[in-house]
Nanobody
Framework: QVQLVESGGGLVQAGGSLRLSCASS????????VNWYRQAPGKQRELVAM???????NYADSVKGRFTISRDNAKNTVYLQMNSLKPEDTAVYYC?????????WGQGTQVTVSS
């Protein structure tokens, strides 16, 4: 059974850092594109960062230069390092991938940035 589990969210002051983790069972992340999305209250879910199987990355303009997506193949885990956090980064963050025609989301982890 495929499962994605996020962790690492929390409450941080503006300017601080957090590292989110997305661990998988049932899917080998090194063979897939894995994305981080976020959804703030009252807003649509938006793509934050993308990491391909070939380790190409892409970021939303709002997080470029502050967030870094990476992968640890030995741990089958994808990370989102978030630096210089701003109150507008407050959201539930989700990891996402697809495999054999199905889409998979984690349960989400809350990130709250106080001003």
């Amino acid at each position: 059974q495929v499962q994605l589990v996020e962790s690492g969210g929390g409450l941080v002051q503006a300017g601080g850092s957090l590292r989110l983790s997305c661990a998988s069972s049932g899917i080998t992340f090194s063979t897939r594109t894995v994305n981080w999305y976020r959804q703030a209250p009252g807003k649509q879910r938006e793509l934050v960062a993308m990491l391909s199987s070939g380790e190409s990355t892409n970021y939303a303009d709002s997080v470029k230069g502050r967030f870094t997506i990476s992968r640890d193949n030995a741990k089958n885990t994808v990370y989102l390092q978030m630096n210089s956090l701003k109150p507008e980064d407050t959201a539930v963050y989700y990891c996402y991938t697809n495999f054999l025609g199905k889409t998979y989301w984690g349960q989400g982890t809350q990130v709250t940035v106080s001003s």
